[in-house]
């Protein structure tokens, strides 16, 4: 059972520029939640700030609490490599390590943060990881090869094996399929199809029929006003957002009313 | 009106292809003759050099004067010891800047560090030679292998700091974020991802920092030296292949100008091996990042 993370009033900024704010959401375990909004609402800068990659950016803040495990992570006791290694985060863009091999890629979390393991135990550790992201069997005779030989597609997949392998308990998802083509998105989300039964997923998507055909919670950010932060206007059941909305804002949105 | 337009096309078309023609010749010109002082150079000094080179110039010591033969294996080594002392002490130093400049990014103290180290790279090497003197000459009563190092230090420590920064600059943010999500710390992914990602370019500024340094000559006149016997310790003057040419040539002899000629020939070798060596060596393993 993985855990759940439950954000209360959580505001983040760059410098003076306030990106989102007052932010509560309940976000399940072993359920996946989609974030969905228009370009530029703080959906990814919020995903950012749930395994405190945001305070990375110089200047920026964030402040309100983040729930996860029943512990605050930003909690002063709190060590933001500690939150990371149990939350994990897939990017837009593809970026495995450039010099390292297929393999070496997958277990780069665990050799780096310094897991001593032994040869066969790190075989293991790479095929189940690789077989989870369903890739195992398209790089099983080129484990050697570097890891930026493969295709965009198989590049997210391996990163995605990547964060699977430190065996965090929440995978966060900054819009994974955004530089991919169909089929490479439609193996992606059978991916995570696949992984909710032991992992808690979050996926940011500007795609609404992605959240839909993925997602089991949705909630839906928007800025009022250009200037203005971003702002939950509303979450709940998938079905329930896509199909009766309470916002007015929700509806249009999803309806492809702007957006 | 249709065939008009075509004409003028092609005449158009014909314009910008000699425009480009002309543009590509320059560009090829300009890098052929670029390259004419150093191909001239090299020619030269193998021709001139080459006739006074054998076992006895690179393994003996200079012969006293008003004896022929003899040689410059004692500047050699001595150049090789000055160049090691100038790597242990600047390498990792200016390394380390360029680490901090690049990853550690507090806004004034990088500011003042950049701003020092440009104007550090702007100095003469004499001047430099001239603080060393100060600092350590004066200070240990004697000149020394290791005044000479640190002088050396000192000259390549800017070099190297800059062009470490600029190769890590160079590697994306993604590969940084790629690696802290995974919960690896900051320093490991300094060491393992971004300094291993930009070692290749690493590699070259260092090569080139040490290229420079093993041909300085006025700043080892204050420091180290020179000297007529083999190294006899980091506290003692030491002969180097730079002030022995200097030496050599301004001679009245003809044997020790033929001797000069020989010495500029290894020391453009030494250079060639040290960068065209490590390039092979490490090039196989540090592939440079796409």
Known sequence: MAGSITTNNLSASFGDIRAVEGISIEIPANKVTALIGPSGCGKSTFLRCLNRMHELVPGAHASGEVIWDGKNIYAPEMDATAVRRGIGMVFQKPNPFPLMSVADNVSAGLRLAGVRKNKAAMEEIIERSLRMAALWDEVKNKLGKPGGSLSGGQQQRLCIARALAVEPDVILMDEPCSALDPASTQKIEDTIEELKSDYTIVIVTHNMQQAARVSDFTGFLLTRESGEPGRLVEHGTTSKIFTMPDRKETENYITGRFG | ?290
């Not at chain 2, 190769?167 to 802290?180: H, I, T």
């Not at chain 2, 020179?226 to 006899?232: D, L």
């Not at chain 2, 003692?236 to 044997?255: C, G, H, M, N, R």
């Open chain 2, 1 to 290: 009106m249709k065939m008009k337009t075509l004409a003028q096309d092609n005449l158009h078309h014909r314009r910008r292809q000699a425009v480009s023609r002309l543009a590509y010749l320059l560009c090829a010109l300009s890098a052929v003759i670029a390259m004419v002082p150093l191909i001239l150079i090299l020619a030269y000094v193998v021709f001139k050099g080459i006739g006074a080179l054998n076992i006895d110039f690179l393994t003996r010591l200079p012969a006293p004067v008003g004896e022929t033969g003899g040689g410059m294996g004692n500047a050699i080594i001595g150049s090789l010891m000055l160049i090691g002392i100038a790597a242990a002490f600047g390498l990792p130093l200016g390394v380390l800047a360029g680490v901090f400049l690049a990853e550690y990014r507090s806004p004034r103290l990088s500011w003042v560090v950049r701003l020092l180290s440009d104007i550090l790279s702007g100095v003469p090497s004499i001047i430099v030679g001239v603080f060393v003197y100060t600092v350590l000459v004066l200070t240990m009563k004697r000149f020394s292998a290791l005044a000479g190092g640190v002088a050396l230090a000192v000259l390549m420590l800017p070099t190297v700091a800059r062009t470490t920064e600029e190769m890590l600059r160079m590697v994306p943010d993604a590969l940084r974020e790629a690696s802290l999500a995974l919960g690896i710390p900051r320093w490991r992914t300094i060491v393992s991802i971004v300094i291993k990602t930009a070692g290749g370019g690493i590699l070259t500024g260092i090569m080139l920092a040490l290229a420079r340094i093993a041909g300085e000559t006025a700043p080892l006149l204050f420091t180290a030296l020179s000297s007529r016997t083999w190294p006899r310790g980091l506290d003692q003057p030491v002969a180097s292949l730079p002030v022995q040419i200097y030496t050599y040539a301004i001679s009245p002899y003809k044997d020790w100008h033929q001797q000069a000629w020989a010495g500029s020939l290894v020391l453009v070798l030494m250079v060639l091996i040290l960068s065209v060596g490590s390039k092979l060596y490490f090039g196989r393993k540090i592939k440079p990042a796409r």
